[in-house]
């Protein structure tokens, strides 16, 4: 039991967390985007900092009694311009939605152009899906990935910036399983006279340890959620060169939000404090080799992978003629305990509601400690239940059994029942 004072006050609800935690434990969370944050950053999540406001920044405030609250968002602010080498933090943003939104507030006008990543190539819903601020408010232009390399095609970003004249140019995705390369996105922005932001959501982690090219130096703006490598609370963060500073914190406050999540923005303090360790970059840099391997074991059970394979915490898995879509996979994949999510695969046959793909990641488990040997086991799992369908309750009981097993061996929170 997580909390016994909740238990106490509300059992329906400490009930369901306990069962939630039940969950994590036992079952693969190999969702990219998910992780473990340490129990220092929930302590500091649930703390008693979530009773006051402070709308404002450090010696800025709009209330009285920041004292405190002054230390730890300044602290929070040292700590991510340290990590990320960056002239400028702010660090109240709650979502990673939210933090772009913040960035093309104080970067565009109404119905500026911007350039991106289709959404059914590796995007994301805030880089100007039609139906998110992003592409009401501006006007979305996009690039995609070459239909033989399955990689960004970096002429063809070029060719489409030159038609297009975009204001800025959004590089970052939620499903590319290649390293960006941000200078040569620098060289296309210089290039049309366009802004740069690069939205590191999903890789943070990694270029906060060195395994992946820094964006910091090449980008007006970079954006970024807390809780997906970098192994944070649930949160955002904005780094920018000092000319946007001002522009940026008015964009966030008083531009999209009033009072910050305080006790949120404290465990965003711990959680950069832990990314500076030795440990962390070990961690990052054993993802990536937890994704191969993973990676490795797929393609030894004859899957395809888009682009081939991996450089980083993720890989987009075809299942174009297994006879499964990616719901289907997914679906059938969690009643034996492995947590993944469909995904659109470049040119996907179907709808982005059935999909022809599954997006498996690795930071999680790498959390828990495991390693290559259990990567290849786990890749070997996973093929169990793809080619089987689900037809066999048997095999699905099985594979559950084995998944329960490796669970056991690398416990999480263990200390909290
Ligand atoms: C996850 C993600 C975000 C932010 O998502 P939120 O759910 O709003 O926190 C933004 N951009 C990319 C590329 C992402 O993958």
Redesign the pocket.
Known sequence: MMNATLLQADHEVARLIDRELERQQTTLMMIP?ENYASRATMAAAGSVLTNKYAEGYPGKRYYNGCEIYDAIEQLAIDRAKELFRADHANVQLV????A?MAAYFALLEKGDRILSMRLDHGG?L?HGRSNNFSGVWYEPHFYGVDPDTERIDYDNVLAVAREVRPKLIVT???AYPRIIDFKRFREIADEVGAYLLA?I??IVGLVAAGSHPDPVPLCEVVTS?TH?TLRGPRG?LILCRQEWAAKIDESVFPGIQAGPLMHILAAKAVAFKEAQSFGFREYQRQIIRNAQALAQSLLEEGFELVSGGTDNHLMLVKLIGKGISGRDAADTLERAGIVVNKNTIPNDPLSPAETSGIRPGTPALTTRGMREQEMHRIGKLIARVIEDKGEHEEVIAEVRKEVLDLCDAFPIYHDII
């Open positions: 985007s979502t990673g939605t939210q772009n994301h805030s970052g995705a939620s939205d959501a999903h959620t997906k955002a």
